[in-house]
């Protein structure tokens, strides 16, 4: 099939290479304009663009795509060169801008989106994150015909993922980014052969993925510890769990519970390569900790540099 692609992280990038490799025509890619990044904050190209300049596909990077909007030239640009690509469909995966009805209605197929949960669950931009705070048993990746609406689009495909004790949003992330491939490309097999059957959501059990702002991670150690530890998981790798110690700014990279009881955010014990840290609710220990501009380090190693006392 003749398919638009519009995508722009590694989780974007996993499905376009299995949309290659399955031998697709690819006329047209779209990507989010590349972005400062690193501490010289020099612009860095998306995943998908580096991938569609590395295979030579045509790619642009609208900043928007209302007509009526802020870049209106972006919008008409990008116009012309979906109407000249003329694809059976659009695949969107973790594209980062709205989708006007213009684009909706363009390719024959409509648009097919990539979601990284369980629908109705977990509707929004950060499914991943979110079905890890809440502790949730499993997740997984729906093929969605999309619509005007925030991922209410009817469900094409669906496969469930569990989520490990020890999964962080990078971990479940890549697994996620793989099953989307996979489904993305069998969702089209059977796009192709008429086989594709459409179940609209269900209206109970909708939840919204928020995302993820950077003042979620402060850690509150008046949360039970259960809570905390998943919060680490979910917020890694951004934006991280945040304390301070001695007045110094700390991140808390991993953690489990354990039993203690104390003034939370108290130190119990500092010893014997441990720190736990009193919670609302039994206790945490961390076990990778990172000092402002230096490296995540194994609890262990932090206290041998920075020895600290209970209390």
């Not at 638009?4 to 047209?28: M, S, V, Y």
């Not at 860095?44 to 790619?59: C, E, I, M, R, T």
């Not at 402060?218 to 301070?244: K, M, N, Y």
């Amino acid at each position: 099939m003749k398919v638009a692609f519009a995508g722009t992280p590694e989780f974007a990038r996993a499905a376009l290479a299995a949309l290659q490799g399955a031998g697709h025509e690819l006329p047209l890619v779209l990507t989010q304009p590349d972005r400062p990044a690193g501490r010289g904050l020099k612009l860095q190209a998306s995943p998908v663009k580096q991938f569609a300049q590395a295979h030579g596909l045509a790619l642009a990077q609208p900043r928007s795509l209302r007509l009526d909007g802020k870049y209106p030239e972006d919008a008409t640009a990008a116009r012309t060169a979906l109407e000249q690509a003329a694809p059976d469909v659009m695949v969107v995966a973790a594209y980062g801008l709205i989708l006007p009805p213009w684009v909706l209605a363009l390719p024959r197929h409509g648009c097919l989106n990539i979601h990284g949960s369980l629908l109705p669950r977990w509707r929004g931009a950060a499914p991943i994150q979110r079905a890890i705070e809440a502790g949730d048993a499993e997740t997984g990746i729906t093929i969605m015909q999309m619509d005007a609406g925030l991922d209410t689009g009817a469900m094409l495909l669906a496969e469930a993922a569990p989520i490990t004790a020890s999964d962080t949003s990078a971990t479940l992330h890549d697994r996620l980014a793989a099953l989307g491939a996979r489904l993305i490309v069998q969702a089209l097999d059977l796009l192709a052969q008429g086989a594709l059957q459409p179940r609209p959501q269900p209206a109970e059990g909708v939840t919204y993925a928020h995302k993820i702002e950077k003042t979620e991670g402060t850690i509150d150690w008046r949360a039970p510890a259960v809570e905390i530890e998943r919060r680490l998981r979910a917020f890694d790798p951004f934006p991280g769990g945040s304390t301070v110690l001695g007045g110094q700014p700390l991140k808390v990279w991993r953690g489990r519970v354990v039993p203690g009881s104390g003034v939370p955010g108290q130190v119990l014990q500092a010893s014997a390569g441990r720190l736990v840290v009193a919670c609302g609710a039994d206790a945490l220990e961390p076990l990778e900790l990172q000092l402002a501009g230096g490296k995540r380090i194994p609890a262990r190693d932090f206290l041998q540099r920075h020895p600290l006392a209970a209390g």
